[in-house]
């Protein structure tokens, strides 16, 4: 291409020029209106992706966007540092995780760099240095004080492969996150956070994240796993002892013909002493169990059974009923122990069958007077008691509450709810990460560090051997100390927390990165928080999505933070894919950011990661994609330059409305200037935002020779290029700031304030638009005239009606029509 803009030369310098008028550091100053724009940050595993690219531009628009609005903009990035790639390049490189982790980093904010974000780098926060982890140690005692933090022998997901353990979310599917290997079992003693006893509140925040994609909250929700039941404490027969069964039907308690316990239940053993083949038998189930943990729908094993040949009474009914043990009764649901009611659960059905156990119907369904004499299978539907003494003839939501208020009365129940989420283990066994803040003293027992002694810093000479165990477990001088209460000897919590821990506050110390005396200044804290806009990844909406919420809370109750959610509004940006494959190294369809920048420029792999799909959507990288932005750029380029001696002539004189010369132009420069405004400020399409910018373009290419004459013209003419370097600025930053100088202009276009327009001469006529399917009229829909092709065909594609005709067939074409129609061809 002829006229190439010298597009390194202009990145290098207004990059140099952002940096020393630090333009992008945000006030601290109550008075201005704030935006505070957060992007996931990055692990340092030591090169910026696509992925990166994509999810750190849409925010750089929005972040700048809102600058030239006017708001007091908060846009920082830091580096999710400690975790175990670093560890495993020291065990495979002989390199020091620390060594590795900050050459990665200054890589990575190199590239960054060059990539022209409006980062305000004066806050930026890594998370391997002593003075971010002091503050999780902090955190942590904070919590352990009030019991939020505590330690307990459990069963853990264990990783073979990374030698640690997982929290369960870290290993759903029973294999791990990381890595893929199979999950197995191990007992282990293992720090937990409290999580569960804000599930309620984590539930029933989701009121307030009305901005969150629905699908996210789904997943929450089915993660948390609320179930409305009643808990009911059966007596056990000759003891004083009693089973606690959890039971969304307290209605069908009069069917309840036998209990189950898991083989795991503490009970279980004790009621098999003395039976030494059916206690044989338990340990072959637990095992057996614990296998078919590990794998999906293990529920479809043959059920098994022991006979405790133990006897519990129906506190209802005073009916003495066998107790058993069950395979399919798990202990990390509910209480580990069950009413089984053969005749309305289809498991204990099978059950009941198997074992010759009395199956007893007490729901008649609605409309039928009683069941069927041998049922085939449980019938599970609500209706009305039967069989049940005093509740017979009542329907099943009256007997509920009936029944609940009765065992509550006489102390042996209540109503309850139960959650299907558990505690978060967060110790890991491995070296980098922050050292879990506990003594272990000879006479005191466990010990918190005094909060003057923290940080526990991490010992650096370590060994990495990769052998089983932490390589803290053998650095002596780290584990051997004294007891901070009774001066005696003590040895150190040798396990590290999981990196969630140090990313689920992060957001905050954005605010007061600096801060000697706290995590951050809780006042500072309240006034830019909550985060504006998050963007990220929706991978993350289990795991650090749900931890990042309950930490605020957490702080909150601590007196630190003001606010009961951090993001409430969250932005899931789409996968970027190449030939029809998500970007990654064992696929080798990777393309190096790097590359691009070196061969197009930073502002054109910007425009193109942005222009070539709405965020949320999933991205196809194409390399005839990128050489199109990049001609664009170069067009606008020329034309400014061709032009240039308009904007010797003066500031502009104002336009009249009915400007004879050049109202289409008029017209179409205000309305992309609303268009550009709406797309970014309120509906985040930055793809169709480009695009009429585009478009704007393509009209002064076509009118620009007949109005350079006329003194009308001239000042359209003119009006309308400054408009696309100004619309221009949030996307690709670089050539709008030059072409800005280059115009005659003396202040820097990054804090120029955005551009307004006429409401009047901005309104667009309607028109209606017609979609066909394969040439066949189907659906129409009303839009702006001069909606552009992209947005005609994403609306098109959007229809209901289209959806479901098109469903599951490839399109293959789309053909538009300016202003009339749009053909879908399959
Ligand atoms: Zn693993
Ligand atoms: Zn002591």
């Known amino acids: 291409m002829k006229d190439v803009y010298p597009f390194r030369e202009v990145e290098e310098k207004w990059q140099k020029t952002w940096a020393e008028r630090l333009v992008f550091e945000a006030a601290d100053d109550p008075r201005l209106t704030k935006y505070y724009c957060l992007e996931m940050y990055p692990y340092p595993s030591g090169r910026i992706h696509m992925g990166h690219v994509r999810n750190y531009s849409i925010g750089d628009v929005i972040s700048r966007f809102q600058l030239m609005k006017g708001l007091n903009v908060l846009h920082p990035i830091g580096w999710d540092a400690l975790g175990m790639p670093a560890e495993n390049a020291a065990i495979k490189h002989g390199i020091h995780p620390q060594t590795w982790t900050l050459d990665n980093i200054a890589h990575m904010k190199r590239q960054l760099q060059r990539l022209g974000y409006c980062y305000d780098w004066s806050r930026e926060v890594n998370t391997c240095l002593p003075e971010y982890y002091k503050w999780n140690q902090w955190i942590f005692l904070k919590m352990f004080e009030r019991g939020l933090a505590f330690r307990k022998k459990s069963w853990v997901n264990w990783c073979p492969q990374c030698r640690t353990v997982l929290a369960n979310e870290q290993a759903a599917g029973g294999v791990c996150w990381r890595c893929d290997a199979a999950v197995e079992h191990k007992e282990m003693d293992h720090w937990f956070l409290k999580i569960t006893a804000y599930a309620k509140e984590l539930l029933d925040g989701h009121k307030l994240l009305e901005k969150w994609p629905e699908h996210v909250l789904l997943m929450q929700k089915n993660w948390i796993g609320e179930s409305e039941g009643a808990h009911i404490s059966f007596p056990l027969k000759g003891s004083s002892r009693t089973i606690e069964v959890f039971t969304t039907r307290i209605d069908t308690v009069f069917g309840a013909t036998f209990m189950l316990?898991?083989?795991?239940?503490?009970?279980?053993?004790?009621?098999?002493?003395?039976?030494?083949?059916?206690?044989?038998?338990?340990?072959?189930?637990?095992?057996?169990v614990r296998a078919a943990r590990m794998k999906e729908g293990a529920e479809e094993a043959e059920k098994e059974g022991i006979d405790t040949a133990k006897k519990a009474v129906n506190p209802f009914s005073g009916e003495e009923i066998p107790v058993w043990i069950a395979n399919y009764v798990l202990m990390d649901y509910g209480t580990g122990a069950v009413m089984a009611v053969p005749a309305h659960d289809q498991r204990d059905f099978e059950f009941a069958r198997k074992y010759g156990l009395t199956i007893r119907p007490v729901i008649a369904p609605a409309g039928s007077p009683s069941p069927e004499e041998h049922p085939e299978r449980a019938t599970e539907d609500y209706g009305i008691l039967i069989n049940s003494g005093p509740y017979s003839g009542m329907s099943s939501s009256e007997a509920m509450e009936r029944m609940a208020g009765f065992a509550q009365a006489r102390g042996f129940g209540r109503k309850s709810l139960t959650y299907r989420l558990r505690d978060w283990g967060i110790s890991r066994q491995r070296y980098w990460g922050t050292p879990i803040p506990i003594l272990y003293c000879e006479n005191c027992g466990t010990v918190g560090v005094p909060y003057e002694n923290l940080p526990v810093e991490l010992p650096h000479d370590v060994r990495f051997t990769g052998e089983e165990g932490s390589p803290l477990e053998k650095a002596s001088e780290f584990v051997n100390t004294t007891c901070p209460k009774c001066g005696g000897r003590a040895h150190r919590e040798t396990d590290t927390m999981d990196t969630f821990f140090d990313s689920s506050w992060y957001f905050f110390r954005y605010t007061s990165p600096h801060q000697m005396d706290g995590p951050f200044d809780p006042a500072v804290a309240s006034y830019w928080l909550p985060v504006d806009l998050y963007i990220g990844g929706v991978e993350h909406a289990i795991l650090h999505l749900i931890y990042a919420r309950f930490f605020t809370k957490v702080l909150r109750d601590l007196g630190c933070a003001s606010i009961d959610e951090p993001f409430p509004h969250y932005l899931a940006q789409g996968m970027v894919t190449k030939g029809g494959a998500a970007m990654s190294k064992s696929r080798g369809n990777v393309v190096d950011p790097d590359e691009m920048i070196q061969e197009y420029g930073a502002d054109a792999l910007r425009l193109f990661i942005l222009f070539a799909s709405p965020p949320e959507k999933e991205f196809a990288w194409a390399e005839d994609g990128i050489e199109g932005c990049f001609r664009f750029l170069n067009r606008v380029w020329s034309i400014v330059e061709e032009q240039r001696d308009l904007f010797a002539e003066g500031a502009s004189p104002s336009i009249r409305r009915d400007a004879s010369a050049g109202l289409t132009l008029l017209k179409k420069t205000h309305q992309t200037i609303r268009k550009v405004s709406e797309d970014i400020g309120k509906r985040f399409h930055l793809n169709t935002a480009i695009s009429s910018i585009m478009e704007l373009y393509n009209l002064i290419r076509k009118e620009k020779d007949s109005l350079r004459p006329g003194e009308e013209g001239r000042v359209v003419l003119r009006l309308a290029l400054e408009s696309i370097i100004?619309?221009?600025?949030?996307?690709?930053?670089?050539?709008?700031?030059?072409?800005?100088?280059?115009?005659?202009?003396?202040?820097?276009?990054?804090?120029?304030?955005?551009?307004?327009?006429?409401?009047?001469?901005?309104?667009?006529?309607?028109?209606?638009?017609?979609?066909?399917?394969?040439?066949?009229?189907?659906?129409?829909?009303e839009a702006e005239a001069a909606v552009g092709e992209a947005e005609m065909k994403e609306r098109a594609l959007g229809l209901d009606r289209i959806r479901a005709l098109i469903e599951g067939r490839p399109v293959r074409k789309v053909i538009c029509i300016e202003n009339r129609l749009v053909n879908i061809v399959v």
């Open 726 to 781: 100004v619309l221009l600025a949030p996307f690709t930053p670089h050539i709008a700031e030059e072409l800005w100088e280059r115009t005659g202009h003396r202040d820097l276009l990054a804090r120029h304030p955005w551009p307004a327009f006429d409401p009047e001469l901005a309104k667009e006529e309607r028109v209606t638009i017609v979609v066909q399917v394969n040439g066949k009229l189907r659906d129409k829909f």
């Open 261 to 288: 316990l898991s083989a795991e239940h503490p009970l279980s053993r004790e009621l098999l002493a003395g039976a030494p083949e059916k206690e044989r038998r338990r340990e072959e189930m637990v095992r057996a």
